[in-house]
């Protein structure tokens, strides 16, 4: 297994652009997430989904989008990138929600820069 | 009151010494709660959940104190290579099962 996986590793964006970061785990799990983390904040949750077709809000969700068509997959999109949305972003999936002992499993991040 | 907070640090202890980091939640509601460690430039790990009883791995113990509202890392014998960010994890601290993590607290092992 994979993981979770996430691409690019790296981006540099000029304020205004578009651009989709990608979060893909073959572990067949329902739950997943993401976060940006920036120094001094901890990880703040972006958006999350319990299942596909099911996606909710989490603490920090203006400026961005996300779908999720399949399990395996729950891309976020940055509809029109801003300088304060420069961070590192992580996704995240763990086998369900609810319930005791559920073990999140993260991919390895992606660097965005806002020029 | 923030749901899930931590003292950010740093801890600076020497190698071999025994260091102890609490978590505070606010919920107590609160369903599961796990300690998470990060390297710098790395993804957040699992370490170790943290069960009503207390549990050990190696040197590292985990305590839940369900009465005061918080829980506690414990690292025995400090190695250079504990140094990270350690991070709290509490599902159920914002009221659903959404897991909430605090900012971490930062240990630094020196030789």
């Known amino acids: 297994n994979a993981g979770v996986t996430q691409t690019p590793k790296f981006q540099v964006l000029k304020t205004g652009q578009s651009m989709t970061l990608q979060c893909a785990q073959d572990m067949n799990h329902e739950y997943m997430s993401w976060y940006r983390q920036d120094p001094g904040m901890g990880l703040r949750l972006i958006h999350y989904s319990v299942g596909a077709g099911i996606t909710d809000q989490g603490e920090v969700p203006n400026g961005y989008n996300v779908s999720r068509s399949t399990t395996e997959d729950f891309p976020l999109r940055l509809l029109s990138a801003a300088p304060s949305q420069t961070s590192v972003y992580f996704c995240?999936?763990?086998?369900?929600?609810?319930?005791?002992?559920?073990?999140?499993?993260f991919g390895p991040g992606t660097r965005l820069l806002v020029l | 009151r923030k749901e899930v907070e931590q003292d950010p640090g740093p801890f600076n202890v020497p190698e071999g010494a025994t260091v102890a980091f609490n978590c505070t939640y606010s919920?107590?509601?609160?369903?599961?709660f796990f300690w998470y460690r990060q390297d710098c430039r790395k993804e957040p790990k699992l370490l170790m959940s943290v069960y009503s009883s207390g549990n050990e791995d190696g040197r590292f113990t985990a305590q839940l104190n369900r009465a005061s509202q918080y829980i506690s890392l414990l690292i025995r014998d400090s190695k250079l290579s504990d140094s990270a960010t350690y991070l709290c994890v509490v599902n159920g601290a914002g009221g659903s099962y959404i897991p909430t993590f605090g900012r971490g607290t930062s240990l630094i092992v020196h030789p």
């Open positions: 919920n107590s509601a609160s369903q599961s």
């Open positions: 995240a999936s763990s086998p369900r929600l609810a319930g005791d002992q559920e073990t999140q499993y």
